[in-house]
Structure formats: structure tokens, C-alpha cells
């Protein structure tokens, strides 16, 4: 079973446990700030973020995880941000506990390649980023890395 998932049966239903890893991506020129965000196949707009393989770092899963779903190398960690965000989801009649840890990515290019599993991608500022994310987790995360990057003065 990968490293990423645990299973606990309750009665009739199992509970799996899945870790994965993303990264909130943003391009910076001239101070103007753009973050990445994916349109993933199920119709919600995210960042970056897959599951954590047996032997693999966080890190090198956000590292994969960018190059796979993007084709976008050229980055740079942005040191002292680290989000976490939990939810459940149902997959295949059980219920799946998901934790997914968030890092703050630079990218220093803007060309994306699509994966199969993406039907769209979008570079937007803070505010349109703000509103086209689907998902409350993923809206909080965004605020929380945004406010990490403006207080070490923006464009890094």
C-alpha cells in the first residue's frame, strides 16, 4: 500500500488515510504577483497537489507533482510557509480522511504543459484567484500564502 494511504475498517466501512503534498505556484514580474491555478477533470479549480509515494519527501512530491501536472521545472521554494488542510472525501462507497500539506513555490516560467488529468489552466492576481478557487480549503490556503509573501515584501 503506498505511504500515502492507511486503511481502518469501522463495521462496513473502511476509512482510508491519504497524505499528498501541493503548492500554492506564483509568477512574479515587475512585483506583479500571478498564482497558478489548475482546473482539475471533476469541474473544481486548485493548485498543484498529488499523493506522497512510498520513499518520497514532501518535497520531492510537490516537485513531481509541478513537473507532472505542469511540465514547469524552474522553481524556487519559498522558505517558512507550510499549510496543512484536512478534509474527507468518498471514494469507491468508503470514506477517505485526506490530509495535504501546502508549500510556497516560485516559478520562473509561465508555460504550462497540461497533464490528462487537467482540462484548464489560469495565471491570476490575489483577488481573481480568491474567486475562481472552488473550494474553501483551497481559498484559505491562497490567504494564508499571500499574506506569508506580502509580509516578506511580495515578489521574492
Known sequence: MPKSAEVIIWGHVRMLHERSA????????DKYIEYLLLLYSAGHWDFPKGNIEEG????DTVKREIFEETGIKNITFVSGFKHEIRYF????GDIVNKKVVFYLVRSHEKNVTLSSEHKD???????NA????????????LIKA???????????
Not at 499571500?146 to 521574492?156: A, I, N, T, V
Open 22 to 29: 501541493g503548492a500554492v505556484v506564483f509568477y512574479c514580474e
Open 56 to 59: 518520497e519527501e514532501e518535497i
Open 89 to 92: 472525501y468518498k471514494k469507491m
Open 121 to 127: 489552466y489560469i495565471w491570476l492576481d490575489y483577488e
Open 130 to 141: 480568491l474567486k475562481r478557487l472552488t473550494y474553501k480549503t483551497a481559498k484559505e490556503t
Open 146 to 156: 499571500h499574506d506569508f509573501l506580502m509580509s516578506k515584501g511580495g515578489c521574492l
